[in-house]
């Protein structure tokens, strides 16, 4: 997974890793976060926020930026200013 992707962000917290965002773009219509990750202890304090703005700052506002959302997350992406979508299909993939 992370071979294959174009745009990946880290965070760390004294050496341990607590958090990832990967995508993979075209670096110029659109870029797919396909993973938000923040260990459970680390959740609330912004560290998510913070990957996403960097993903943000390297693709530029030009680039949308576009993600599934695990249904514990719903609630999370509309406060960081992320618009529900009514108009976008998905074939999922198989297993």
């Given at each position: ?6 745009l990946?962000y880290?965070?760390?917290?004294n ?17 797919y ?15 998510g ?47």
């Amino acid at each position: 997974m992370f071979e294959n992707a174009n745009l990946i962000y880290f965070a760390y917290n004294n050496g341990e890793l607590i958090g990832l965002a990967r995508c993979v773009t075209d670096f110029s219509y659109c870029c797919y976060l396909s993973d938000l990750a923040v260990k459970k202890e680390y959740q609330k304090q912004g560290v998510g926020k913070k990957l996403i703005e960097k993903v943000r700052e390297h693709i530029g506002e030009k680039v949308s930026l576009i993600l599934l959302s695990a249904n514990p997350a719903m609630n999370y992406y509309p406060k960081i200013d992320f618009e529900k979508a009514d108009n976008a299909f998905i074939i999922k993939r198989k297993s």
